[in-house]
């Protein structure tokens, strides 16, 4: 049982590049998102996915898109990436039932140039 | 919008002294949930605290939800050198209606436990 499961785990870009992330869950959880951790700013949350094939914003989600076309899978694309977005990236999964507790990945620490 | 403020943002404690992290919301919280995270590890779910005043006890971590639901503490009993980490508190951004699991972090506290 893998639980979240991210990738890449490291990922050096150039500005203007592009790049996806993946995030991959196998313990049927309805609810996904993606987070951005900087140092003294704590997780904000960058999109999130109540179900497969939905997706909505969250408090950070300028320059990021989102994926979800299968349940266990949540992408989280840079189209143009900048030195803002040098950060490390988490995602999360949990059931959509009351009080239930976020599972987070490894985290992919993604620097661009 | 919902600010989550943690203070102190820096604890450095020699082992088997304690610790305490405060956790401060603008809004009501539903819940508050303690997550901690290992350096270089992502963040683990601690607990989650749902009545107003409630106490839960961890083997040497105590964790308080406020009268009023606005804030919450963690103290640790006699630190050890496995303590070691960042301690987040977390609540939903809304206090009321659907929220969708979604959770607003505060900044954290980084601990340093000296052996």
């Known amino acids: 049982n893998a639980g979240v499961t991210q990738t890449p785990k490291f990922r050096v870009l150039k500005t203007g590049q592009s790049m996806t992330l993946l995030c991959a869950q196998d313990?049927?959880?309805?609810?996904m998102y993606w987070y951005r951790q900087d140092p003294g700013m704590g997780l904000r949350l960058i999109h999130y996915?109540?179900?497969?094939?939905?997706?909505a914003k969250g408090e950070v989600p300028d320059g990021y898109n989102v994926s979800r076309l299968k349940k266990q899978n949540f992408l989280l694309g840079l189209e143009s990436a900048a030195p803002s977005q040098t950060s490390v990236y988490f995602c999360?999964?949990?059931?959509?039932?009351?009080?239930?507790?976020?599972?987070f990945g490894d985290g992919t620490r993604l620097s661009i140039l | 919008g919902q600010q989550v403020m943690q203070i102190p943002q820096y604890q450095h404690v020699q082992e088997g002294e304690d610790f305490t992290t405060y956790c401060n919301s603008s809004?009501?919280?539903?819940?508050i949930q303690w997550y901690k995270q290992r350096p270089g590890g992502h963040p683990v779910f601690l607990i989650q605290?749902?009545?107003?005043?409630e106490v839960k006890k961890q083997k040497r971590l105590t964790f308080q939800f406020g009268e009023a639901k606005k804030n919450s503490s963690l103290h640790i009993t006699a630190t050890q050198t496995t303590d070691v980490g960042t301690y987040f508190c977390?609540?939903?951004?809304?206090?009321?209606?659907?929220?969708?699991?979604?959770?607003?972090f505060g900044q954290g506290t980084i601990l340093t436990v000296h052996p």
């Open positions: 999360a999964s949990r059931l959509p039932h009351l009080n239930q507790p976020q599972h």
């Open positions: 605290l749902v009545k107003s005043g």
């Open positions: 313990m049927n959880h309805e609810y």
């Open positions: 996915s109540v179900g497969e094939g939905t997706t």
């Open positions: 977390a609540g939903p951004p809304n206090a009321g209606g659907t929220s969708y699991g979604k959770l607003t």
């Open positions: 809004t009501t919280l539903s819940n």
